[in-house]
């Protein structure tokens, strides 16, 4: 029986011009919550959080293992600072890298050149780099993929998303986009409000117009981009601004909403909220 690679369900929305939703998965990480997530049919993109959470690449390889059952693309998002961290991530079978607190195009090009193989013979607009070689992990089925088939598959199916949210990020938002590999640009309005000094406040006009900014270095680039927008109200506010990957929130947004309900199923009353403001988390995952 042969082995076919499977294409990234989530970046074929994209490249036709389609938005995809993203669900966060940190706190509460566990095969059977990425398979109920998964069977709802709402989400195209399951988002782990390892800059935040201790989640092992064997943990993370498990979960992809599990979300591989559905027509869903997972990415996870971690600080990328050398490259073994790039490849082992990669080589656990996720769909792409969300590289937080991307603030320079050197930076930039170091992720790419550590997430991108070197390819001999490239295909058109097909970035190549110095990706650590294994050939065995879950992203290759093991060896049972030809060399210079998974390399060109993993090169051309893989997301990189350079996450701009801080003032120096922003302020390089432009070179950061022109960076060949870099698929697109991620708004992080949590920490960037809070790096402004205004925690929490992710609608404040100065973060709105930050990620109007990020919007514009994207499309400058021929490039799309993505944010994390907790209401209705932002979340309008980004897909008007043309964003293709936008997240609502995650596991603790849908943990708090639910114990919310059952607490007003016994009370009859609205529940009072069950963490602090600073703490709500609609704004803790929109960093």
Known sequence: MSIIHRPNLALAKIRQNQTVHAYVLGNFVSPRHVDFVCQSGVFDVLWFDLEHFDI????????????????????????????QTAARLLETGIGGLMCSMVDTSEAARKIVNWTKFNN???????????????????????????????????????????????????????????????????????????????????????????????????????????????TRELYLQAKDLGARLISPGGDVKVMTLGLKQLTQTITGESAQPTVAPARDPAVKEGR
């Open 56 to 83: 092992s690449t064997d943990t993370l390889a498990t979960m992809n293992l599990v979300a591989k059952s559905w027509p869903i693309t997972s990415i996870a998002r971690a600080y990328i600072d050398n490259y």
């Open 120 to 230: 001999p013979t490239p295909g058109p607009d097909e970035t190549t780099g110095q990706r650590g070689w294994n050939g065995g992990g879950i992203d290759a089925r093991y060896g049972a993929f030809p060399a210079l088939d998974y390399i060109a598959h993993q090169n051309r199916e893989t997301i990189v998303l350079a996450q701009i949210e801080t003032p120096l990020g922003l302020e390089n938002a432009q070179d950061i986009a022109n960076v060949p590999g870099v698929d697109a640009l991620f708004f992080g309005p949590g920490d960037f409000a809070h790096r402004i000094g205004k925690p929490g406040q992710i609608g404040d006009p100065k973060v709105r117009a930050a990620m109007a900014t990020v919007a514009k270095a994207a499309a400058k680039a021929g490039k799309w981009w993505g944010t994390v927008a907790p």
